[in-house]
């Protein structure tokens, strides 16, 4: 299926203006630490992972961060406050990289708190975004905080499919056949863009033996406002939650494009010690002021290790 321009989204097209981060879940992949950190507050080398996620958003176009909030995690938002006290206590001491550093989220973008009173499913969180979006948007991004995609240029590629083709448009990775019992799978067909698939169908976490490709979906989404729409008549599923994978699947069957863009970069998993520290490392390596020195001490660290052997 060819992507071709279509003029009524080239005509008064407007961009990502705001995007959803759900940011209400308990953490329970990295307890103990989160009995009282919120994941999304754990720093990747010294910058927390809703910061970097506020960076992509900001990046990409996006003005307002909808952050979907438990009752009992309002550290989150308070993460993009001024914190004058400690600004003004910082630059007294001659401290202007540490006060930079600290207003820096709250500058980024507007954020926004969603409150979700209990976790009802990933469709449930997105759902609830709905009144913060402004009539004229059609569309809007979610960005999964747990998700970290380097380089952060693929929602700027799935803008700009949607705005050829519309609809909503996902982000795809490639994994190992054996992987995909982890993950949803797209059935997917070829266009004649580069790495972009239109999807036919969804399957979540299948017998490796069934699954109908190796792209499964991640943290990254251009979602049509009908979406809205199919999360409201898609019946709840098992633990009552509602899910985002079923109202893009009603998506299709309704004849709505849908589209992947496979990622050729590198993902990292906040949301569990095996994923965060690579994160760690990875982002540790690329720091001008750490990097060095971290190069030289894991060297020295896997050396111990081999030997010990």
Known sequence: MPIKSNDAQDNGYHGVKTVVVPAAGMGTRFLPATKTVPKELLPVVDTPGIELIAEEAATLGATRLAIITAPKKQEVMRHFDEFPEL??????????EQAVKVERAGKLIKPVSVPQEEPLGLGHAIG???DTLDDDEQFFAVMLPDDIV?????MGEMERVRRAVGGSVLCAFEVSREQTADYGVF??????APGVKKVKGMVEKPDPADAPSNLVATGRYILDRKVFSALRRIKPGKGGEIQLTDAIELLIREGEPVHVVVHRGTRHDLGNPGGYIPACVDFGLRNEQYGPALYKDLKDIIARYEAEL
């Open 87 to 96: 600004v003004r206590t910082l630059r007294a001491r001659g401290k202007e």
């Open 128 to 130: 609830l975004a709905e």
């Open 150 to 154: 380097m380089p952060a240029t693929v």
């Open 187 to 192: 059935d997917v067909e070829d266009t004649n």
